[in-house]
């Protein structure tokens, strides 16, 4: 059952319902002009956010693809400039194979670990169709068991082409399909460094990302044997390579870090007040750079946001004054008649809440549309998440609040009689 305060609050609330949509019919340009403010402000800020959240996702997601619990040595630190001191880090030697067998006969805290040289620029061919630019990848055994490879087709490869360098390769779905159009790439033969490699598995496609950190897609992966045979992968060649070391359950990342420095500092040997001449990366370098990044977009949308909704609140407050004064009478009959004070002051800050969340709901449904057509052109998913659009809601009521707050109070301070003979 409904208490007699609820009643009253529902009648006073239909009141203030009514009163606005009549204010938006009757006065269509005035209250379009004047909730237009509330509405760019809202599309401001939900679009910006909205936009800035996804493609802050995308770029964490594609991050932790790597792995969360996986710490990566590399020549270069992944949080400074890579120009800042390219020589400097240029001049290191790369982590090879001597580095990975270390790790793995002396880490105590380390599941798995692998080493990855990159070999760019190379040319696949298949029959007439061919690939320029294509990405080589040689990987160690354990590589799968560092950074998972999702297959769409085929299988990994097997110990034994591991230990005997077999003319194997794993392909990414988009080279697969520039080099397969019409079919199955499983089991074909392609040639790659002026020789013959089967194909024993074909990479799931990764989807729309805004940056491929490892481009899957287009990569062609081989063992490190393969590769031992083709190119020079030793330490100090032109080549980049990677060493990922993925942490045992439980263990923290910072304690496998110490861990893994003593190794390779003893592998190299560094004296003791030597400085490290490799660095020692994580994921969550890139995932704060982000942060922090985003972070200083989100605020620069969000105060564009605020101030043109600031705007809009002083023309809805000018609506709600132009409604106070003609409707001034009737304010006098109601409260001759028994009405509280507080019910009037109710009845116009709603009145005003409800102007606004109006124009809030019209900015957010421009911001949805935007981002959809944004999303479709790009290729890429852009959507609003429900904390943005509680937070549209939120603004649109604040500012409701402010905009109408003095005319309400007011309407709710007006002398009875006075108001009558006006």
């Not at 490699?197 to 899957?216: C, T």
């Not at 980049?240 to 496998?256: N, Q």
């Not at 969550?284 to 620069?300: D, H, K, P, R, Y």
């Not at 449904?365 to 549209?392: C, D, P, Q």
């Amino acid at each position: 059952m409904l208490q007699l305060g609820d009643m009253i609050f529902l009648k006073i609330f239909h009141e203030s319902f009514r009163q606005a949509i009549q204010q938006l019919v009757s006065n269509r340009l005035r209250s379009f002009l004047t909730l237009l403010g509330i509405s760019i402000g809202i599309f401001c800020v939900i679009a910006v956010l909205s936009s800035v959240d996804s493609l802050e996702q995308s770029l964490v997601d594609s991050f932790e693809k790597l792995g969360t619990d996986v710490l990566y040595v590399d020549k270069f630190p992944w949080q400074e400039d890579p120009g800042q001191n390219f020589w400097k880090y240029q001049a290191r030697p790369t982590p090879d194979a001597e580095d990975l067998r270390s790790i793995q006969k002396r880490s105590l805290m380390a599941e798995a670990s692998a080493l990855t040289v990159f070999i760019p620029g190379q040319v696949a061919k298949y029959m007439n169709n061919f690939v320029e630019g294509a990405y080589v990848a040689a990987i160690t055994d354990d590589y799968n068991d560092v950074v998972k490879l999702k297959l769409e087709e085929g299988r990994y490869f097997t110990p034994s082409e591991f230990s005997h360098g077999s003319n194997a390769v794993i392909i990414g779905a988009k080279l697969a399909e520039a080099l397969f159009p019409h079919g199955n790439g499983e089991g074909k033969e392609i040639k790659l460094f002026g020789q013959r490699f089967q194909i024993v598995g074909v990479l799931e496609q990764e989807g729309n990302s805004l940056i491929k950190v490892m481009p899957f897609d287009n990569a062609i992966f081989i063992t490190y044997q393969t590769a031992k045979k083709i190119v020079n992968v030793r330490s100090g060649s032109n080549y980049g390579s990677l060493l990922s070391v993925k942490a045992r359950p439980g263990v923290i990342l910072e304690e496998l870090k110490y861990e893994l420095a003593s190794i390779i500092r003893s592998e190299r040997s560094l004296k003791p007040l030597e400085k490290d001449n490799f660095s020692i990366n994580e994921i969550s370098l890139l995932t704060n750079l982000i942060g922090n990044v985003f972070g200083v977009l989100n605020f620069a949308g969000f105060f564009i946001g605020i101030f043109s909704m600031l705007v809009g609140a002083f023309g809805v407050a000018n609506i709600m004054f132009v409604s106070v004064k003609e409707r001034t009478s009737m304010i006098g009959i109601k409260m001759a008649i028994g009405a509280k004070r507080i019910y009037i002051l109710l009845e116009f800050l709603l009145e005003a809440i409800v102007l606004c969340i109006v124009g809030g709901l019209a900015g957010m449904i421009l911001a949805w549309l935007v981002l959809t057509l944004i999303g479709k052109l790009v290729h890429f998913e852009m959507s609003i998440s429900m904390f943005n659009i509680i937070l549209g809601v939120s603004l649109s009521v604040m500012i409701g609040i402010i905009s109408g707050i003095i005319p309400a109070i007011g309407a709710s301070r007006m002398d009875p009689v006075e108001a009558i003979r006006k």
